[in-house]
């Protein structure tokens, strides 16, 4: 039975063959095979014979090069059960429990290592907009019914409307308004800027960003988690970079109008516009003014500015 494939960052590899058996517990193999017979991905496995043994098989690195990185808490307990397991200190329930434990934590510590957005498995998913079928994503449209058309988006060769209140318009080439997009990680947004035009504060949970500025000079920053603040301006030509999910906005101080393309590492980023978020959404009045050291009048004024 096929349990879990998971990538190894280098083709050196231990080869563990671990035979569980009814009585006993033993370590039957343990060797470094040659670098050129490994592929970039290997597989862990667990199969079952008739005779009422196990029998484990994987590929992994080397236990302290994987496990040894000053933020890791797995190392020290994967040795000592490997110890135990070597020197017979357990009895054989508890050595195939042990085994079991290692197989699993030495997995889903590498695939949490490097857990990301899941590669497409496929040549294109063009997303199917109108279908009611929910998953994690977009449901993909009949490769018979995809047309060159698909992959291509005209929405961001025209400037959009600033005439609102923060004086900027956001214009997405997301998955949703880009059906092409769909699965392959990427996506674009326009921002264009009145003078004085600001992006509130805002957050992308599912995606870093990074902003190519077209015209203009814009103040731009964002607030790391422990509340330090990194901001700069920025001129046409320049680029900036926004990690995944921080709170970040953008500001026009120049003369005159601005504009920036900003690219997305997800066909889905999501956006939360802080104040929006918390003056918006029906959160109670006494979490707000306790929170912000606000009058219950504040608050209420606050709040109609982000009335439905």
Not at 21 to 37: I, K, V
Not at 91 to 107: F, G, N, W, Y
Not at 294 to 300: G, K, Q, R, T
Request: aromatic share 8%; glycine share 8%; with cysteine.
């Amino acid at each position: 039975m096929e349990l879990l494939h998971f990538p190894t960052r280098s083709a050196i590899a231990l080869h563990l063959s671990i035979q569980l058996q009814m009585h006993q517990c033993t370590l039957s193999s343990l060797h470094n095979p040659p670098e050129a017979s490994f592929p970039a991905y290997t597989t862990t496995s667990i199969a079952s014979s008739t005779s009422g043994s196990f029998d484990v098989i994987y590929f992994f690195q080397p236990i302290k090069y994987l496990f040894s990185t000053p933020d890791s808490d797995n190392y020290h307990h994967i040795e000592g059960l490997f110890s135990n397991i070597m020197a017979g200190r357990l009895s054989a329930h508890l050595c195939h429990v042990a085994v079991l434990l290692l197989v699993l934590q030495l997995a889903l510590s590498t695939m949490m290592a490097v857990a990301s957005d899941a590669d497409p498995e496929q040549d294109f998913c063009v997303a199917e907009l109108n279908s009611a079928t929910l998953v994690n994503g977009l449901v993909c449209k009949s490769p018979a019914a995809v047309t060159a058309n698909d992959f291509v988006f005209h929405g961001l060769a025209t400037p959009g409307n600033t005439a609102n209140g923060a004086g900027s318009a956001v214009t997405p080439a997301f998955a949703a308004q880009f059906p092409g997009l769909n699965t392959l990680g990427i996506s674009l947004a326009r921002l264009d800027f009145a003078q004085g035009g600001l992006v509130p504060p805002h957050t992308h949970p599912r995606a870093s960003e990074i902003l190519f500025v077209l015209e203009g000079s814009l103040l731009v920053g964002f607030v790391s988690t422990d509340n330090k603040l990194f901001a700069v301006t920025v001129n046409a030509g320049d680029v900036f970079v926004f990690p995944r999910g921080l709170l970040h906005f953008e500001l026009n101080v120049g003369e005159g109008n601005a504009a920036a393309i900003a690219a997305l590492n997800s066909q889905n980023p999501g956006v939360q516009a802080q104040a929006a978020a918390l003056f918006g959404s029906g959160i109670s009045d006494v979490v707000l003014e306790k929170a912000f050291g606000l009058s219950e009048n504040a608050v209420e004024h606050i709040k109609t500015k982000f009335a439905a």
